[in-house]
DNA sequence: CGCAGTTTGTTTATCGGAGGCACAAAGCAA
DNA sequence: TTGCTTTGTGCCTCCGATAAACAAACTGCG
């Protein structure tokens, strides 16, 4: 009796990571999935092959316009125009937003954001949900799952949010919980996933942004009020036993500052927040709008002009190279990523808080960390989805089957 | 023409991670090594097999006493008494040690340590290289590696001694290199690794000693001067991206403390080693003795006795705790493990110290993360072994071939 | 235009490393 | 002694990959 191979009997194994490539855009061509994944062409073939039949990619084969290349042109992968999507929703102190994302990390489809925030959770999550619901309903497409960001410390396993006092939440409420009931309710048969959003950012951001190539990437980012870190190593999520790691914000940065919450004084959270330039350029700030947009505007408009716009600003980049030099000296990152108002800050006088972390971290050569801003719109939001996409990712036709 | 096998067709990619389980003693018998590999039982037989004929193990055929169970007997694993071993060295300020280290963390045999160290470093391993090799020859054993443990963060890929200082060592010294190139000078043709002191300790502490099933776990502790830390995440040692990470001597934990060489002050370096201990207390440090050992004497002898030592004691605990309460507000770990003069803190009031770290920390839950002393003589050497059994454990057969 | 050279995609045979299963072995309890 | 339970081993099969040969598509050159 011979042999008789009639269905796929290759590329079972190296379905997830050839998935992961094309999600990545690490995987131009079959050729190059080939090198990537260390596998045979036979076997690179029948993976794009398969991920063609699960509806997640398309094999262009139209010359693929390369000039300078010998031998046979290799035909283009591109992921599928009308493949399944995750589902993603985004909750912070001034309203929450919703969208739909492909694999890729590509925004497919956006619900305008309600602008207040109820301090019932199940209230604010079943609008946020009913309005992503109503995006997969008009799009036609798959679901894959769903992912929630939040600004909170987000515990492991159980799914609660600990701190989400910029929500007025209750501490411990069971967003995941909650979360999937809401899902279920909107009739969204998909399994639900929640994390803390700048956790989901800076995954979002080693996935398709400033981040991607780096193996301990650190991010650091303000919201609206308070400061929240996260660490990517070799692609993953670092989030501590528990869930809690990188809560940076009550790392000491002028022991002589401000009272903080936490009983100290002088953290990060307090002196690099909006609130604290705002503060510190003598602005009374005006609570009826956004703190973040009010600092964001002292940035650009009056840093060039005012003097104590520019003294206050170099004082809070003083504080916040502190905070980032003593993370340094802990984690030894090989990358460091801002966002929200430290964002902005880099941008207004990158060389200074550049010296900053040089000069207090221990060595010279981890002080020159490259820092960079962040580069994807909506980062959390699509790291929510990263969540979502991560069953599909680790195993295609598992988390596909269903 | 039918199958005709001859040869191990099966284990050869779980040799690796069963050899682990033998290492690290979870694998007592064939049958836990079946449910722990999650393999079948033939898979299991054949892989124990073929560790017996690489010399790794013995099996045991006589019935191992289970006293309350049914059905037959299993046979014991037991580490073979006359294997391989890795030949291990260590430098501190007041001398250095060598070691054989067997599979297991089985300290062979030891060789009685210098106590002085020579500031040129070629000059100090050619003398350790030495007495490690004369110990390999009266054994007669096979050395599988070399691995040596230096107070001072060691760079990576290149091996390099960043911060020397308690060996007054140049900075930057090629460790590495000098270590292999004494090896080859005495006759061992085996690779050298080398790393840092709490780095090792730790590595040793979660394989063999009371780190054992961590998934995050936290090591801090002190040598003859200055703090170290070392973070050992699922079984792997977090170096950083370039050997850096851990550096938390610099840590603030008063913000009026005593000035420290890095330009700050108050930091966990000079606030929480023996030196300050002893000040804090009213001592004058006698420089010609070891300043570990006085310490030592000042918490068992005079804290019970005296005030002045006590309240010195308390002072430094608290410090120290809130050196740990930020760490773990940063990395959320499992298990905390303390080592040097730290672990005689702890040992002299844990509750104390545990009190303090639950306060300072932000979250109930990861306050209470377990705090322990570390329970192995020598773990730093042991620790050196483990970077030099290291490629045996990930693929035995392409170790030991050479 | 034709041909050599280069790289890519596909087909077929084969191989390596595991699982499945039946059976033997070794203990305990009645 | 007879069951019952658990452990160790041999034989077959299956899955997922590699290897090798071949076909296809493009460049460059005479």
Known sequence: MTHTRTRL???????????????????????????????????????????????????????????????????RLAIADNGPVALAAQVHADGFRAALVGLGGRIVATAPGCMTVDADPAQVLGEVVAAAAALLRDSGRRCIGAGLAVPSAVAEPDGTALNPLHLAWPAGAPVREIFTTCLAEAGVTAPGFCGNDVNLAALAEHRHGAGQGAQHL???????????????????????????????????????????????????????????????????????????????????ADYATDPAARAATDTVIDRLGLGLAGLVNILNPDRIILGGLHRRLLEADPDRLRAVVEERSLWGRSGSVPILPCTLDHNSLVGAAELAWQPVLDDPLAALAA
């Open 9 to 75: 009997d290759r590329g079972r194994n190296a379905l997830g990571p050839a998935l992961e490539l094309v999600h990545t855009g690490r995987a131009p061509t079959r050729a190059v999935l080939t090198t990537e994944l260390g596998v045979t062409r036979a076997t690179a073939g029948a993976v794009a092959g398969e991920l063609q039949t699960l509806g997640l990619i398309t094999v262009d084969s139209r010359p693929s316009a390369a000039p300078g290349s010998q031998g046979r042109p290799s035909h």
């Open 218 to 300: 650190l991010c650091v980012a303000t919201g609206h009020r308070g400061v929240g870190g996260a660490l990517v190593l070799d692609g993953r999520l670092h989030t501590g036993s528990a869930g809690l790691a990188l809560e940076v914000g009550h790392l000491t940065v002028d022991p002589q500052g401000r009272p903080c919450h936490c009983g100290s004084r002088g953290c990060l959270d307090v002196e690099t927040d909006p609130l604290a330039l705002l503060e510190a350029a003598g602005r009374t700030p005006d609570p009826a709008g956004s703190l973040l947009d009010q600092a964001h505007h002292l940035l650009r």
